[in-house]
């Protein structure tokens, strides 16, 4: 008792030393953490530390057991542990290609493993147990990459305005989403592939065990996620397995309707990934080493498709039959978030080029809906039509479907605010001048991170207009999570019907916020019958939501 009473004088002193040396020489003195815990939850008892802003947070939370060696490619298991779980630090992002400190959504580099099933959660320090409303962030990165850690993604900001905030890492690539004969005949359900949905679903299912115990109230969970997370969103929305583990949805740029696919075309690219690798089996490709399945499986990836499981059947089936989850949902896209050729075609010959060999003899109808005479109005108007055929198309018909089938409310948006970019600025992958309000641009107002893109450079020179637009998109996730509704104060968020068609456009122009019907939606029909890539995924819905 002597000695350990003389060591804490010892480290007293030194850190006593250590600031006063720093302040005599003008140097920012280090930041101390305050631990806290621990808390017992269904795995064991958990730590945590409260952040310099007084958040209460637990970093790196273990929800499963490591997908490792014979659990590649199954199915995430419960975890238990003994002792106190020490929550401080971030758990390394699932294997995947790392990002170059040159890019434009760049937060600093991360570890990777396949050691990678955690969680992270912020809450603020008043909450009692079960009393607040919780969101749960579901990363982007189209199932190939993402990080729950990224600071683009902090549930800092929200957890101050009152939630209980949470991000979950997830299986991606191959390693996350793989298909395969042998994986399929070895499981109990026959089916195989989305092992990082199931990774979702396992999350959520820890979320709704556990959550109470940090503030948290499990009968209120709002899911939100971009891109790859949108369509995770609204692929939780019509999974069985999802059913009760969330109550409000945010599905940002990204449906799940244009995208699944089939277990038997998936299996098919299992097996060429497994003639690729040089293995004779499953159990041969569960010991190769996983960068080096990173490192090949580019042209072997299925993504999310129908298992039998996760997904038993198509997203519309599904629908038509109201076996998913009927709840309040948010749903919409960025202005310039266009996909395919046309979002490349910057010039009026590229733009008729790029027309006539996408829609050949129905080029002429095509320029008749997006005419263009010069280079600028090229560019307009294909941007335009590369966002109704793609993420605009699809946001528009699962808003038309959930409201023809449904009873839950559904609130449309299009983002347009252009980030104000400061003068000089150069990306490695990203064009100041020519981005627009481009895919992901809306997170950081809609989360209130706005100064992670300056975290090692100044990259935007954020004005109070984005600041009051940040503060008013993040207070219509909180009255959603809290109400179901977004609106609040003197923000007025139409419900979504499919004879008014009202979204709201934020950050257009002057406007923080406006009401207006859905831009181009009589130029659509164009795209369900001559696009072969929006056609069929949008028919295996919209057609039953227009019967």
């Not at 002597?2 to 850190?15: E, G, M, P, Q």
């Not at 490349?344 to 080029?363: F, M, P, Q």
């Not at 808003?399 to 600025?425: C, H, K």
Request: proline share 6%.
């Amino acid at each position: 008792m002597k000695n350990d009473y003389r060591n804490s004088v010892r480290a007293t002193l030194l850190i006593a030393f250590l600031f006063t040396s720093l302040s005599a020489r003008g140097l920012p003195l280090p930041t101390v953490e305050t631990p806290i815990g621990p808390i017992t939850t269904t795995g064991g008892l958990v730590a945590g530390k409260v952040l310099p802003s007084g958040v209460n947070a637990w970093f790196g939370v273990p929800y499963a057991q490591a997908p490792l060696r014979e659990l590649r490619w199954k199915p995430p298991r419960p975890i238990h542990w003994s002792g106190v779980y020490n929550a401080d630090r971030f758990a390394p992002e699932c294997l995947q290609t790392l990002r170059g400190s040159r890019i434009n959504h760049y937060f600093g580099n991360e570890a990777t493993s396949e050691d990678c099933l955690y969680l992270n959660i912020w809450a603020s320090a008043d909450a009692g147990e079960g009393e607040r409303p919780v969101i749960v962030w579901i990363y982007g990165g189209g199932l190939r990459i993402g990080s729950a850690a990224m600071r683009n993604y902090s549930g800092e900001s929200l957890a101050k305005k009152g939630a209980v905030c949470v991000s979950m890492g997830y299986r991606v690539g191959a390693l996350g989403f793989l298909a395969h004969p042998e994986l399929t005949a070895e499981s109990p359900r026959h089916a195989s592939g989305n092992y990082g949905l199931l990774d979702q679903v396992a999350a959520l299912q820890w979320i709704h065990d556990n959550i109470a115990k940090f503030g948290g109230d499990p009968g209120n969970v709002t899911i939100m996620g971009q891109s790859g997370g949108g369509r995770s969103v609204t692929a939780l929305q019509v999974s069985p397995l999802a059913k009760g583990l969330f109550h409000r949805a945010v599905s940002m740029s990204g449906v799940v309707a244009a995208y699944p696919g089939s277990r038997a075309d998936a299996e098919q690219q299992g097996l060429a990934l497994q003639s690729a690798l040089g293995a004779e089996s499953i159990e041969e490709m569960r010991h190769i080493a996983g960068d080096v399945i990173r490192n090949i499986q580019r042209e072997y990836l299925s993504g999310l498709i129908v298992d039998g499981y996760f997904l038993p059947e198509p997203p519309g089936d599904i629908l038509a039959k109201g076996e998913y989850s009927d709840v309040p949902l948010i749903v919409g896209h960025v202005a310039d978030d266009g996909t395919g050729p046309l979002q490349n075609a910057i010039t009026l010959d590229s733009y008729r080029s790029t027309v006539a060999r996408l829609y050949g003899d129905k080029a002429d109808e095509f320029m008749r809906l997006f005419p263009a005479s010069n280079d600028a109005e090229a560019r307009k108007m294909a941007r335009a039509a590369a966002l109704l055929s793609g993420r605009e198309g699809n946001a528009y018909v699962w808003s038309n479907a959930l409201s023809e089938f449904g009873d839950a409310p559904v609130f449309a948006f299009q983002f347009s605010r252009v980030q104000p970019y400061t003068p000089g600025i150069a990306f490695a992958d990203h064009d100041p001048a020519m981005a627009g309000s481009y895919h992901t641009a809306d997170v950081p107002y809609w989360l209130q991170t706005l100064d992670s893109l300056n975290l090692f450079r100044e990259t935007r020179t954020w004005t109070p207009f984005d600041r009051e637009l940040a503060d008013l998109m993040s207070d219509a996730i909180l009255s959603l999570a809290s109400t179901g509704n977004p609106s609040h104060g003197n923000f007025r968020w139409p419900v979504y019907s499919p004879q008014t068609r009202l979204i709201v456009d934020f950050g257009s122009g002057d406007d923080l916020w406006k009401v207006v019907p859905w831009y181009n939606l009589d130029k659509f029909p164009f795209f369900q019958e001559n696009d072969a890539n929006a056609a069929a995924p949008i028919r295996s819905i919209n057609d039953r939501a227009m019967d």
